[in-house]
């Protein structure tokens, strides 16, 4: 395996395009480099883009992502996409899991103002692996127009005082269809729920 595609500390906006991206590991700084794809205090767009056979393959740290269209597949334990104390646009995108535990299509933490909307996530059925994970104060996430398959705990999981809108997804085949813990809120609009063990749970986690 080769290392990783890095962005520090940009001012500008750096665009990914077109990309065949596969056989990537970590960067040289494994703290603010785990993924395939690395933003550290960057604005960074990917779009028409194929990640496979890498070990985690976006992580952003500060900045921005606008991710569309593209698809990503894994076999490892990782988030698909994690993002941390940003801002993130994620439209249009097809997710492929897979069965490993602790693995979740798209991680969102400390973001604020972020968009999750059309895209595709399908069969990440290890054990705890959620489709869309929202936590650490996240704010005015909207959650849109998703379909969500297969997921061995949760569809959507709301966490940590964050806030959200859930508007128009369907989610079918979870553990927990959405699920919002711990001074979290969450508005739930015209979603479909289909062959979930429990559509919509609200509970103090810790």
């Known amino acids: ?4 595609i890095c962005f520090n500390n940009v001012s500008d ?9 596969s056989g990537a590991s970590r960067g040289v700084d494994p703290a603010y480099q785990y993924g ?3 933003g550290a205090d960057a604005n960074l767009t990917i779009e028409n883009t194929l990640i496979e056979d890498v070990l985690f393959p976006i992580y952003i740290d500060g900045g921005s992502i606008d991710l569309r269209n593209s698809n990503i597949y894994c076999e490892f334990t990782c988030d698909f996409i994690n993002v941390k104390y940003g801002t993130a646009n994620i439209e249009g ?3 492929y899991g897979s069965n490993a535990i602790d693995t979740d299509a798209i991680d969102l933490d400390g973001v604020t103002n972020g968009l999750v909307k059309g895209n595709k996530i ?3 059925v290890g054990f705890n692996s959620d489709g869309i994970d ?3 104060v996240s704010s005015n996430i909207l959650i849109k127009d998703n379909l969500i398959y297969n997921s061995g705990d949760k569809g959507v999981s709301v966490g940590q005082g964050s806030t959200i809108s859930l508007e128009s997804n369907v989610i079918v085949g979870s553990k927990v269809g959405i699920a919002v813990k711990d001074n979290s809120t969450a508005d739930v609009i015209n979603n479909t729920f289909f062959r979930n063990d429990t559509s919509i749970s609200a509970f ?3």
């Open 1 to 4: 395996r080769w290392g990783a």
């Open 13 to 21: 906006t750096s665009k990914i395009n077109n990309l065949h991206l």
């Open 36 to 38: 395939a794809i690395s």
């Open 93 to 95: 995108n097809a997710f």
């Open 122 to 124: 399908y069969n990440f």
């Open 134 to 136: 929202i936590g650490e």
């Open 204 to 206: 103090e986690k810790n």
